[in-house]
């Protein structure tokens, strides 16, 4: 249940950012990419490229400045009066996910 929280929630900051699979030349938030079906009966396995090539593992990194700026336009003033320490350019999260349920991608 955590997992999806936080799925939801690096999802959301991504797309309003115009983050990775979200960004545009322009910087606007793409539009949703159509879901795609997970063949959870493809044998052996995959290496790390082969995952993150193919959309099996996902990957969002986000900077200090990002998300100081998301906190601001959230308008709490406990995040506001909180930022986060270091330089905007230092990584803030970079975070990985996959659905290690799926027999190849767990394998993997």
Do not use: C
Request: aromatic share 4%; glycine share 12%.
């Amino acid at each position: 249940m955590i997992g999806d929280t936080i799925v939801r929630g690096v999802v959301k900051l991504a797309r309003a950012r115009g983050l990775g699979p979200y960004a545009t030349a322009t910087g606007a938030a793409a539009p949703e990419a159509p879901r795609r079906g997970i063949a959870i009966d493809q044998p052996g396995t995959r290496s790390w490229e082969e995952l993150l090539g193919d959309g099996s593992v996902r990957r969002l990194h986000v900077i200090v400045g990002d998300a100081n700026a998301a906190f601001e336009r959230a308008g709490d003033p406990r995040a506001i009066n909180r930022p986060e320490r270091g330089g905007a350019d230092d990584t803030f999260i970079d975070l990985y996910t996959a659905q290690a349920s799926v027999p190849a991608i767990g394998r993997s």
